[in-house]
């Protein structure tokens, strides 16, 4: 079936670039969301990418996509104090985006000042 | 601004009692919604599909007696948990996908305690 992981924790400096990993096991066309959740909240999409492109750039976030090795992973830029927050990375279940996410355990990302 | 609203944000009932949970998608129309249980430091996981003017699918492994789901409209689902018991307090959140198929988002969450 189906599966998603993600490394369960990062470190990082304010003005440091985080990357957070993320590696899926369907190999079907399928769509792979970033959420972000802050304490006691729900969660904010950040970004999305099909799985038939191998980046997305938004602003500070850039998702790159190894498809071989379906790996995904997301890049924060120039990481300030207020993106201190948990990281979802989602697979929706394929054949076809149902809306049916699979997620990964989160990643919490600290920033330090 | 929100793109789907739960209500409450929190909640906390007496064993046996039942709890209500609403889902609105504010800026469209869902024949589909979904509900998810997330308990303290762990992931989401699916609970169940909720479809308009029909019956809702569940996950393999959540009882459907004991979390009822309905969606009247096409812009509101509730899940009913009935009986509520103190390992049912959990994270519950319920998402929308955007027609056409891409964007999934997602409620606040509704925290519900159970004492």
């Known amino acids: 079936g189906e599966d998603v992981e993600q490394s369960l924790f990062l470190s990082v400096r304010e003005g440091d670039s985080s990357v957070i990993n993320c590696t899926y096991t369907d190999s079907s066309s399928t769509y792979l969301y970033w959420y972000k959740q802050e304490p006691g909240a729900g969660l904010q999409l950040l970004t999305y990418?099909?799985?038939?492109?191998d980046m997305k750039q938004d602003q500070r976030l850039t998702v790159l996509l190894n498809k071989k090795d379906k790996h995904l992973s997301l890049r924060i830029a120039d990481t300030q104090t207020g993106d201190s927050a948990i990281y979802f990375c989602?697979?929706?279940?394929?054949?076809?985006?149902?809306?049916?996410?699979?997620f990964g355990q989160g990643t919490t990302l600290q920033v330090k000042p | 601004g929100a793109v789907v609203s739960q209500h409450p944000s929190w909640v906390i009932c007496k064993s046996g009692t039942s709890v209500k949970i609403e889902c609105r998608s504010l800026?469209?129309?869902?024949?589909?919604m979904f509900w998810y249980r997330q308990f303290p430091k762990q992931s989401l996981m699916l609970m169940a599909t909720s479809n308009e003017g029909s019956k809702a699918t569940y996950e393999q492994g959540v009882e459907k007696d004991k979390f009822l789901i309905n969606h009247a409209s096409l812009t509101l689902s509730t899940l009913t948990v009935t009986s509520a018991h103190p390992e049912d307090s959990s994270f519950y959140i319920c998402?929308?996908?955007?027609?056409?198929?891409?964007?999934?988002?997602f409620g606040q969450g509704t925290r519900l305690t159970v004492v």
């Open positions: 989602a697979e929706s279940i394929p054949p076809s985006n149902t809306g049916k996410l699979i």
């Open positions: 800026d469209f129309q869902a024949t589909t």
């Open positions: 990418i099909f799985s038939n492109m």
């Open positions: 998402s929308v996908l955007r027609p056409g198929n891409t964007e999934a988002f």
